[in-house]
């Protein structure tokens, strides 16, 4: 099936399969490279929440616009050309202990700054009307270069986002994330312990 971002180029999907590991190989890989994606470590974690009650969280899926189908005969309908239509939210949202929550996951390959530029305008609307609301709202952020993890309030996202409209920087550093987010560690059951930021956050109620 042929699929097209909005913009009109062609969506590649090059990545290769990856082999199957046993559990011992994956604990060696606990605080290693292990090649996953922020989206991969998140919904591992989603799956680890799940199966032991402790949270109900998913990805939300990304809306595609169907654009070509054909009908061979004897053979069901084939999907040939689609396209990806821009995210009307952010990436995930769930309950967890009797609060919704809704976050957005971002990774970078930078080490001293985060572009604001990784963030869309709908994005920031739609944490603000979920917060006004009594979520949780956050982000996720991943330095992948220095593989460190930060849950953000979206409190402190909102300063930065609003600032750059006037004249502020168009980027968070470093030391300013490390300053009002909490830092997590990669793990192995769950992949990201995300959770317990969600906890301290209910805990000093940044999520108000």
């Known amino acids: ?116 530029k990784n963030f869309h305008q709908h994005q920031i609307d739609h944490l603000r009307m979920c917060q006004k609301q009594g979520g949780i709202c956050f982000v996720i952020i991943k330095y992948v270069t220095l593989k460190r993890y930060f849950v953000m309030p979206a409190d402190d996202l909102f300063v930065h986002w609003d600032a750059q409209k006037h004249d502020g920087a168009k980027s968070i550093q470093l030391k300013d994330i490390v300053d009002c987010s909490i830092e997590i560690k990669a793990n192995y059951d769950p992949t990201l312990p995300y959770i317990d930021a969600i906890q301290q956050l209910i805990e000093s109620g940044k999520e108000k």
């Open 1 to 116: 099936m042929k699929l097209n971002y909005p913009d009109g180029r062609v969506f590649h999907n090059n990545r290769p399969s990856k082999p199957s590991l046993n559990t011992s190989a994956k604990k060696k890989l606990i605080f290693g490279d292990r090649g996953m994606t922020l989206e991969e470590e998140i919904n591992e974690s989603n799956k680890y929440y799940r199966s032991h009650d402790m949270a109900v969280i998913y990805k939300k899926p990304t809306p595609i616009q169907i654009v070509k189908v054909d009908y061979p005969k004897r053979s069901k309908a084939v999907i040939k050309e689609a396209y990806f239509r821009q995210a009307s939210t952010t990436d995930y949202n769930g309950v967890y202990n009797g609060y919704y929550v809704d976050f957005e996951a971002k990774e970078t390959k930078n080490k001293n700054t985060f572009p604001l």
